[in-house]
């Protein structure tokens, strides 16, 4: 399977790095581990030095978001692994993500929105971009072969797969042998009067529709972007080689060629376009603040407030109609509230949890998380007799450098529950 770094050969000490920056300039994957040699965090780069540089450059600092603040905090030793593209390195990320489960990777781990390449179980299989939520709620039926990913970046994904496209042309729509023009009468088309697919026509499809390549040919193709996007392109490039060996013996100078091209193309992939989408990634730092609202304990409601690049984002706020008799108790409406949040796999997971409260509720909020298995840090909103904010609890490292955001949220959760509060009330008064 994958050359997984268990051993860190490559651990570079922090400090070391800060003095030389000893990392190469060539794409990779990038691996930060704490003073106990625990993986914190996996990253991909198009230059492993200059990425992993930009997390201790001091003008970036405010874009840093919180989760990437707390693993900088724990981080002591760094490693990496080079790659010979970016497209191999983003493969590569999400593998050892998937096996390694680093704690700070929270969203490839947890986030069903996220996108997975699909190999489908079919004679001649297809290879489709899914959302994992479709996949989890059913939604795509299709029997499934293979299965890769998450990927964080759709975009990225999505430029990967024309790359690998045009290495390996797959089907994705068209139906096996459909696109036929009128037989004659002895039932045999010649594939000159067959109409391939607009994809077949571009040289993306091997012309599945048409006949025009067996289903044992089709399975080579497929079993190639399966090792590909399982990390073993060396297996690929040397069962191509033998190909074009045994073409070769055979005079079957044609194919020959044509494997002689696809190895070029695949010891030199063009992934440009991955280049550009990853020197501009920058991601919305996601704040999210929960509240309860009720009169005596009575038409108790609970919402979520979201706010993304220090402004609120209205569109993403929650409302939640408590289900449970909670007679007025705070503590176990918020479990409530959480509970089904996190059931929510499609919505994204925030990188700071705002409850407003005191210890106990934030004591509540860190116990759910805990044994839904997700990492996220919480911070309790603390407020005086008058319903202002008193002091904030939390990692104090993100107080400090988003005290203003946590503030906005937390506000905005007070205002909309109030407000929803009173809509129930109105509500269930006319009702009676």
Known sequence: MLSMPKQWDKKIALADFKIKNTLPENPGVYFFLDEAGELLYIGKATSLRDRVKSYFMSDLVVTRGPKIMLMLERLAYISYEETNSVLEALILESNLIKAEQPVYNTDAKDNKSYYHVVITKEDFPRVLMVRGRDIEQKKFTDPVKYLFGPFPAGGAIREALKIVRRLFPYRDRCTPGAKRIDAPANGKIPHALLKPCFNAQLGLCPGVCIGAVSAKEYAKTINHIRLFFEGHKNDIVKKLKREMKEAGSKLEFERAGAIKRTLFSLEHINDMALIKDDLRERHAHRIEAYDVAHLGGKASVGVMTVVEESRPNKQEYRQFKLKGDHGGNDLSALEEILLRRLKHHEWPLPEILVVDGAKNQYEVALRVLEEARVTLPVVGVVKDA????????????????????????NSEAHRFALTFHRKRLRKDFLGK
């Open 386 to 409: 008058r319903h202002q904010a008193n002091r904030l609890i939390g990692p104090e490292s993100l107080i400090v450098r988003f005290e203003k955001e946590i503030l906005l949220v």
